[in-house]
Structures are given as C-alpha cells and as structure tokens.
C-alpha cells in the first residue's frame, strides 16, 4: 500500500496520494486530495530511518535493541489519507488502520492479508 507524494500544478500544494497497491499506483493517474486537479508531478522523497541511541556494547556483546514499530503514527497517518481522499479506500484499508491502533505489527497484518487472499509472504 505505497503512498507517493506529488506536487500539484492547480493549486501549488505538496501533497500526499494513498494507492491500495502498486498495480493501482502505475496504472491510475492520481487526483489531487486538495483541489481534485489532474497536474501532479510525481515528488521523489528521501528515505529516512530513525535509529535509536545506543550506549556502546559491552565487550564481547553482540546484543543490539531493536526499535519498535510506531504503529499508532501509521495509523494516524491512513486515517489522515483517508479522510482527504475523494474515494472511498474499502474495507480492508479501514481493517488496516484499526489493526494498526490497536498495536499490532504492520508485518503481521500483511501477513494475514496475504494469507486471506492466498498470497505467501516472503521475507527478504
């Protein structure tokens, strides 16, 4: 579920498109969420990745904390695309987000997705 960032030429806005996969996303010319206009010129965004601080190991440790996913902000952050989106997402979408505020993982969602559509989940 790939969420692209465009700027519109209508209304000189940066804005953000959710697509429900990536089929949807090469096929669909996107609407702006603002004013509905046509001229989105796709954003290429960084990649960001935040990284907890650490005190230095122990010698000999090899222990390393994991971050824990921030399940609430993405749950935030769907129902804010959602709402500004001029169509309607669908069911599983909503299922996704209230999963996601109630705690639980992004990849256990997936997988169970997956699962129900008779899709494996490979890990990379």
Do not use: W
Request: charged letters at 35%; aromatic letters at 4%; glycine letters at 4%.
């Amino acid at each position: 579920m790939p969420i692209y960032e465009y700027n519109c030429s209508d209304c000189n806005q940066d804005v953000e498109v959710f697509f429900l996969s990536l089929t949807e996303a090469s096929e669909e010319k996107p609407l702006c969420p603002e004013c509905g206009g046509k001229k989105l010129e796709r954003i290429i965004s960084s990649v960001s990745v935040a990284k907890e601080k650490t005190s230095p190991a122990a010698p000999g440790s090899q222990k390393q904390k994991t971050q824990k996913e921030d399940t609430k902000t993405l749950a935030d952050t769907m129902n804010k695309a959602d709402r500004k989106a001029k169509k309607e997402y669908g069911d599983d979408f909503k299922e996704v987000a209230t999963r996601l505020e109630k705690g639980e993982s992004s990849t256990s969602i997936e997988k169970s997705m997956r699962a129900r559509v008779g899709e494996k989940m490979e890990t990379h």
